[in-house]
């Protein structure tokens, strides 16, 4: 009884936490606040390999391949930021969500009122209808349509309005990482094999041969060669890191495809396929109790023993408060006793509201 009573007591203080806890306004797009940490490293690290890319590497290729490279890297990068900014700036929310303007904020979502947020294809929360693969998220505090996940690079929901945006951004961006580090390689087998190959620009013809120029035709600026090896591998290295973390994220997303799955519903099948069975030898005895919504009812149920040598009997004997746990999560709670012949009986209560 001490052990219920605490739960109890417990039960109490989160209710009222969460009845104190003011209405969250729902975020709009990838710019409302708050920002997110990856969003900015994201863009930082988008400007440091075009600045790189277009200032240091592409001007030390042959001339016969600069006007090529320009203009495959220059339109990868200007397509690439064209999509990742309509993939951050797209409101992916419901229709219904998107029609309110947000104009006031969401309430907080009370377990002893609902089972689920949403419930027949309508948001308790945002208090609209939604369609079937509309989901909530935490994040964003909205309904988004075709709910996919919640990238924090994009600091935006990624649904059915932005996705085509997403995909293209993560292709884009692969295609534009694999030709930077074709660039880079060059650039580190040519100047093992033959510097003066990298030095065609007419300018290099004033400076000295352990002298490189960034930055042209434009902006030449003087550098030593340790200055441009290390950037070489500097960006290399950020290049190859980011490649993996993309390409990894765009064969899943064309594994998904194959699969006409979302990331919500990849993620939801992996946990139930993990659900953890029962060990053999043992055998589980479950059952639901439905609780009413009537403060002061007692509630007692009887595990009994068949016979003698078998697993003793347990009682599980609970009182009803108003405000108990019980009657938080009454519509869900249900009761595990587990049952093994070579030991006594363990018993585990879980309550879960879903």
């Not at 277009?54 to 200007?78: H, S």
């Amino acid at each position: 009884m001490d052990l219920c009573s605490q739960s109890q007591r417990g039960a109490l203080r989160e209710a009222s936490r969460k009845q104190a806890s003011p209405r969250r306004w729902s975020r709009v797009n990838g710019w409302s606040w708050p920002l997110h940490t990856f969003q900015a490293v994201a863009w930082i690290t988008l400007f440091i390999l075009a600045f790189a890319n277009f200032g240091i590497f592409v001007p030390l290729l042959p001339p016969d391949w600069n006007l090529v490279i320009y203009g495959v890297t220059g339109g990868l990068f200007c397509f690439h930021c064209v999509v990742h900014l309509l993939a951050i700036s797209i409101d992916p929310a419901e229709t219904n969500v998107r029609l309110k303007n947000y104009s006031e904020p969401v309430p907080t979502f009370d377990p002893s009122k609902h089972t689920h947020v949403i419930e027949n294809q309508y948001c308790h929360l945002c208090e609209v209808t939604v369609n079937k693969k509309a989901k909530h998220c935490r994040a964003c505090n909205k309904c988004v349509s075709d709910f996919d996940h919640h990238c924090k690079w994009l600091n935006n929901c990624v649904g059915g309005r932005n996705y085509r945006y997403f995909f293209c951004s993560l292709v884009s961006a692969s295609a534009s990482l694999l030709c930077l580090i074709t660039i880079l390689l060059y650039v580190f087998i040519q100047y093992s094999v033959n510097p003066e190959v990298l030095r065609s620009h007419p300018l290099y013809e004033d400076v000295s041969k352990d002298t490189w120029l960034l930055f042209l035709p434009l902006f030449p600026v003087k550098t030593k060669t340790l200055v441009v090896l290390g950037i070489g591998v500097f960006v290399l290295l950020l290049s190859a890191l980011s490649l993996l973390l993309l390409g990894h994220l765009l064969i899943f997303h064309l594994f998904l495809m194959f699969k006409k799955l979302s990331t919500y519903e990849y993620v939801t099948q992996n946990l139930h396929q993990k659900t953890p069975e029962v060990p053999a030898g043992r055998k589980e005895l479950s059952f639901k109790i439905s609780m009413p919504q009537v403060a002061g009812a007692p509630l007692l149920h009887h595990l009994r023993s068949p016979g003698p040598g078998a697993v003793p009997s347990v009682t599980l004997q609970l009182g009803l408060l108003k405000h108990s746990p019980l009657l938080l999560c009454w519509h869900n709670l249900r009761f595990r006793v587990c049952v093994c012949a070579r030991a006594r009986v363990r018993c585990v209560m879980q309550c879960r509201c879903v």
